[in-house]
């Protein structure tokens, strides 16, 4: 299974997981800024879930199949078209030698995720296959595919080999194959351009005035379009301290922490965050809504409402076993 590159589109890399276990030494993470969506489109392929997919970011990019494959598409509505006839998204599909694969601009969301049977395969770095772009390493090169790169995918599964045959043998003459079944629609995330996003309390609540702290959740915030894989800046509403001078010995941070600059301007830290930070932290979404953070696009308005940590690790446990159940049934599927 092969794929190259016809016409890249606005950033494109490949990425995974992450690149865990090295923060310590000043690596950052990377990885995948929507994990749901790369674990989905793993898993509808017949991968484990951790494999590496190709994140394409607000324009997709057009491929040619320059080998039979079995694929699928998660994440945000770029409205990928063979032969202009719409390639569904959220399913296995199934796709002939020759095809062209057109992506276009995102309808609803950020990041689509292209998956592989099998996964693409590059050099792992550091435990790795994720693009981390500032410093040159993992991915295709180290950097953002371009035209003419080629991709291909590490040996599928055996559960992956059935589904492409399948596929492959209802296809008949056509340039691809779906199945009719999909996840469950429990599953399905909604993109939504004024999304509420789950926070914990950060460390550093308390410094903030009180108009500040109830302003926080009252209020939306606009995405900067000053934004990346790094940090999302929010504007439109700014938070002041109690002491303007008070100084934080930096700490570590993580994704969805946001944090609070001298000017007062919130920022979230993403999957290509700093290891660690010396703002004060305000916020830190929960891990269930670090999906729903990742899809939005500049421009979009945000709201904040504030959950307890038992409620946090309820709806964590909820998805995974939502996760866990599409897994068996995708297996069943493939039998």
């Not at 009252?218 to 995405?223: D, I, L, S």
Request: with cysteine.
């Amino acid at each position: 299974m092969k794929l190259r590159v016809i016409r890249p589109g606005l950033l494109s890399s490949i990425q995974d997981g992450g690149r865990t276990g090295y923060q310590k030494h000043g690596v950052i993470v990377s990885g995948v800024m929507d994990p749901f969506a790369h674990r989905i489109a793993n898993l509808l392929v017949g991968n484990e879930g951790h494999e590496a997919t190709v994140e394409m970011s607000l324009r997709g990019d057009t491929w040619e199949v320059l080998e039979d494959s079995l694929l699928a598409i998660c994440g945000a509505d770029m409205r990928p078209l063979v032969e202009d006839r719409p390639l569904p998204l959220w399913k296995p599909v199934w796709v002939r030698k020759g095809a062209c694969i057109q992506f276009g601009g995102s309808r609803e969301g950020a990041r689509a995720y292209l998956a592989i049977a099998g996964g693409f395969r590059v050099t792992p770095v550091m435990e790795s296959r994720s693009t981390y772009l500032r410093a040159g390493i993992g991915g295709y090169q180290g950097r953002a595919l371009q035209k003419g790169d080629e991709l291909a995918a590490d040996n599928p599964p055996a559960q992956a080999q059935r589904l492409f045959a399948s596929l492959q043998k209802q296809a008949g003459g056509e340039p691809f194959f779906a199945p009719e079944w999909s996840i469950a629609s429990e599953l399905f995330p909604r993109y939504d351009a004024r999304p509420t996003i789950r926070v914990l309390r950060g460390n550093q609540f308390d410094w903030f005035t009180e108009e500040s702290r109830a302003n926080f959740f009252a209020k939306p915030f606009r995405v900067s379009s000053q934004s990346d894989r790094m940090g999302y800046r929010l504007e439109g509403n700014t938070l002041e301290r109690t002491h303007p001078n008070q100084e934080l010995i930096s700490e570590a941070v993580t994704f969805g922490t946001v944090q609070v600059p001298a000017e007062g301007n919130p920022i979230v830290l993403l999957a290509d965050r700093q290891t660690t930070g010396g703002y004060p932290k305000i916020a830190q979404i929960i891990s269930v809504d670090l999906p729903i953070i990742a899809q939005t696009k500049p421009g979009d308005l945000i709201h904040f409402r504030e959950v307890t940590h038992a409620e946090a690790e309820r709806l964590l446990f909820e998805r995974e076993q939502l996760i866990w159940q599409a897994k068996l049934g995708i297996q069943l599927k493939y039998m």
